[in-house]
């Protein structure tokens, strides 16, 4: 079975979330130091140019980014900002449009990382 490999493109941000949430890629979250605890689990490895092949379809498919949704510090429970939800943004070749989802990682014991594209 032959399994093209989608490049690498800039996709956008969600435009949903909760009220005085911000959306950032997850690279720039770590870069300004948000706390990413809650969200890591599911995310996995998966980070942008991540091509890896789905345990459950057995598609290849590029991640072209990985976004979280960032609150603010509310003052009495989180003390700085943190990520309490992500989204990935990925493709295969058989795939016309991005998919966006927020499948764990986890939900597949059989997914396996295979290369990282640059770009």
Excluded at 83 to 98: F, T
């Amino acid at each position: 079975m032959r399994h093209d490999v989608v490049q690498l493109r800039d996709v956008s941000a969600p435009t949903c979330g909760r009220s005085g949430s911000q959306w950032l890629t997850l690279e720039a979250a770590r870069l300004v130091g948000v706390d990413t605890s809650y969200v890591t689990d599911g995310i996995g490895p998966r980070e942008r140019g991540m091509v890896y092949r789905s345990g459950y379809w057995g598609h290849v498919s590029t991640v072209h980014d990985v976004f979280v949704e960032v609150m603010p510090p509310d003052g009495v429970t989180y003390s700085s900002p943190r990520a309490v939800y992500w989204e990935v943004a990925e493709q295969s070749g058989s795939d016309v449009r991005v998919r966006r989802h927020c499948t764990s990682w986890s939900y597949d014991r059989g997914n396996q990382p295979l290369f990282t594209l640059t770009g």
